[in-house]
């Protein structure tokens, strides 16, 4: 090999001046990829490299070594060192194709709350005060469970706000409430549970999780007073008391004492999501089903709604016989709720700002549902809520004029208008003929876009 041999091959080190040996090495490993310096060729030996570029031996023997360990090189002892064979045909590096459709511009599903109203200011105070009190120890690997300060708020919060009956060593904090109904799901079939019970309609998602572990999904009826305990036959059900989704209703006083009794009876499970119980509008919020029967009913709560999807921080109030469970099936799948987001929620709550970012925010979505009351109220299509929707939450639930736009034509129309919504049709469980339906959040929209959103919407709608 002759000098001149870097210039014939363009290493390009002519970008970076005279290389170190960190830079040599990646000038190499490049155009071994590149297939400049294709399998089995030679390269020159250190002493030839070095008086080509100018540089010191041990700058090129360092770049080879790492090379060597690397695998791009080969090395043998009394053998020139050549690139290695196995990297003769590398694999292309490229994104897999997942199209992403266009982002709506006017974004009216369910479930999503007024991201750009997030108490940043609050947040960012209570993260600092927890990075400046929290010691050194609990940066390590942490509970499972939870950090103690955040399962200490929570409790205190549930029990004052949401009437829940629970003690911190009840409470297991999770990644979100999906994970919280995957790990329930989990605890309950590893004990022979092999099948769940939820409302008809539900969320398709949810009802998923359980599928997914090969338990059968049983859809039971709901009408204006919630679940029809009558038909409900699994030992496990999944429930929405405060606030039905996607109906909108609440269950009935009757309704609810009857299914405790039979939880106790049957030694059932109830699993209540109270997924946005604490906005109610035209009362107080209606206390949990969990503080009727807290040794049948596992409690779960999340920031989704009242803060943001991003934290991923939800939580279960469980019957005792269910924690241990739980708390090892979560300890096993390392999936945990990350730190620093706990111990912020824990200061956002002890601090009386997240009861205040709440009370704000229920102020909002009310006027909100009355806006969109109001429009929908000025239009020559006949929707009309459902019947027994109360005045709560984040979505309303609108019947479609029999006469007016078909599900499918709403969701053409509103593609064309550049609206995300959700029609009722994929939620309800048994299958058949079923009252067709849309379902609008109308949480999502910024504060300042959401009256052109509204006439999109409207738009969208009309006959």
Not at 79 to 102: F, G, I, K, N
Not at 239 to 250: E, N, R, S
Not at 275 to 285: A, L
Not at 431 to 448: F, K, L, M, R
Request: with cysteine; proline share 9%; charged share 20%.
């Amino acid at each position: 090999m002759t000098a001149g041999w870097s210039t014939s091959l363009d290493l390009h080190l002519d970008r970076v001046g005279r290389p170190d040996s960190r830079k040599l090495a990646e000038a190499l490993r490049t155009a071994i990829r590149d297939g400049r310096l294709p399998a089995g060729s030679r390269v020159p030996s250190t002493r030839t490299l070095a008086a080509d570029l100018g540089v010191a031996r041990g700058t090129v023997t360092r770049a080879y070594d790492q090379l060597v360990t690397e695998g791009f090189l080969l090395s043998r002892q009394g053998a020139p060192t050549t690139v290695a064979e196995r990297l003769a045909s590398p694999d292309p590096v490229a994104a897999p194709h997942r199209p992403e459709p266009p982002a709506p511009h006017w974004d009216f599903r369910p479930g999503r709350p007024n991201l750009s109203s997030f108490p940043r200011r609050d947040w960012l105070a209570a993260s600092r005060r927890a990075l400046q009190t929290t010691p050194a120890g609990d940066l390590d690997y942490g509970d499972p469970q939870g950090h103690p300060a955040l399962r200490a708020a929570l409790t205190d919060y549930l029990v004052r706000v949401r009437a829940v009956a629970t003690t911190p060593d009840r409470i297991i904090i999770c990644n979100g409430y999906s994970q919280a109904l995957s790990l329930l799901s989990k605890a309950l079939n590893d004990q022979g549970l092999d099948s769940i019970d939820f409302e008809d309609p539900s969320l398709p998602q949810l009802r998923a999780i359980p599928a997914g572990l090969g338990m059968a999904v049983r859809g039971v009826p709901v009408d204006s007073d919630g679940i029809d305990v009558a038909q409900q036959l699994s030992r496990a059900v999944v429930v929405t008391p405060a606030h039905q989704f996607p109906l909108g209703t609440t269950m009935s006083s009757a309704r609810r004492t009857e299914l405790v009794q039979l939880a106790k009876a049957d030694d059932r499970l109830i699993i209540e999501d109270d997924y946005d119980g604490e906005f109610r509008f035209d009362r107080q919020p209606i206390g949990s089903l969990q503080g009727m029967a807290p040794n049948h009913v596992a409690y779960a709560g999340t920031a989704s709604k009242t803060l943001a999807p991003a934290l991923r921080l939800a939580w279960l109030a469980l019957p005792p016989q269910l924690v241990t469970p739980v708390r090892t099936l979560k300890e096993h799948s390392g999936l945990h709720a990350p730190l620093f987001e706990q111990l912020a929620m824990a200061e956002l709550i002890r601090s009386g700002a997240y009861d205040q970012h709440v009370r704000r925010s229920r102020a909002v979505y009310r006027r909100r549902r009355e806006q969109l009351l109001d429009a929908l109220s000025g239009m020559r299509a006949n929707h009309r809520p459902y019947p027994a929707g109360i005045s709560a939450g984040l979505h309303i639930t609108l019947q479609l004029d029999p006469e007016g736009p078909t599900e499918r034509e709403v969701l053409t129309r509103a593609r064309k208008h550049s609206v995300d919504l959700e029609v009722l049709g994929p939620h309800w469980v048994a299958p058949g003929e079923h009252p067709p339906g849309v379902v609008i959040g109308y949480a999502a929209p910024a504060e300042h876009a959401f009256r052109p959103a509204l006439q999109a919407l409207v738009t969208v709608l009309q006959r």
